[in-house]
């Protein structure tokens, strides 16, 4: 099945510094969402991409979709410590008619102050 | 708009009791609903599509006998985890489509079986 894989797992910045997450599907997708999660709570819709090679921006942060439509980044300008949580992207699955979305492994963000 | 409301936010029952967990669309109404469970720092892992009318769509592996999905109206889904076990305690999320505003996920409900 559709696997979705996120990189890093993990990173930790200092306050300023820039960020950036990745997302590889192994299927092509007919969209990327980004999702954000705070700690202890639930994920809130950041932002879809739908066309190959889309760039999209809100403030500081830009999503990217690939040319493939299969991988997607987003990246985080200045990180302040608001920007703290898991980010995770999820996509759906091109031409299956699948309704659901398949989430990333998701990439947690630490900002030190 | 595109508010999802799910509860109870917390429950914790006894081993081999049944717990219900409800998710409402607040303002928008929503043929399809989906059922999430989430681990410890863990992503979220689909269990089924709920279909408002018909029967819910099960992902491969999960009990449908032990994951009771409800869709009586356009506007509620629930969750029943029968007979729980301690394995069963889990972070479980509920999330409908609104048009342009992507998936809206409800607050959660975090299940602790003793």
């Known amino acids: 099945g559709q696997q979705v894989m996120q990189i890093p797992q993990y990173q930790h910045v200092q306050e300023g510094e820039d960020f950036t997450t990745y997302c590889n599907s192994s299927?092509?997708?007919?969209?990327i969402q980004w999702y954000k999660q705070r700690p202890g709570g639930h994920p809130v819709f950041l932002i879809q991409?739908?066309?190959?090679?889309e760039v999209k921006k809100q403030k500081r942060l830009t999503f990217q979709f690939g040319e493939a439509k299969k991988n997607s980044s987003l990246h985080i300008t200045a990180t302040q410590t608001t920007d703290v949580g898991t980010y995770f992207c999820?996509?759906?699955?091109?031409?299956?008619?699948?309704?659901?979305?398949?989430f990333g492994s998701g990439t947690r963000l630490q900002v030190q102050p | 708009g595109a508010v999802v409301s799910q509860h109870p936010s917390r429950v914790i029952c006894k081993s081999g009791t049944s717990v219900k967990i409800e998710c409402r669309s607040l303002?928008?109404?929503?043929?399809?609903m989906f059922w999430y469970r989430q681990f410890p720092k863990k992503s979220l892992m689909l269990m089924a599509t709920?279909?408002?009318?018909?029967?819910?769509?099960?992902e491969q592996g999960v009990e449908k006998d032990k994951f009771l999905i409800n869709h009586a109206s356009l506007t509620l889904s629930t969750l029943t985890v029968t007979s729980a076990h301690p394995e069963d305690s889990s972070f479980y999320i509920c999330?409908?489509?609104?048009?342009?505003?992507?998936?809206?996920f409800g607050s959660g409900t975090r299940l602790t079986v003793v």
């Open positions: 299927t092509t997708l007919s969209n």
């Open positions: 999330s409908a489509r609104n048009g342009d505003y992507g998936y809206t």
């Open positions: 999820a996509g759906k699955e091109r031409d299956t008619g699948r309704r659901a979305l398949t």
């Open positions: 303002d928008f109404q929503a043929t399809t």
């Open positions: 709920s279909n408002e009318g018909s029967k819910a769509t099960y």
């Open positions: 991409l739908v066309k190959s090679g």
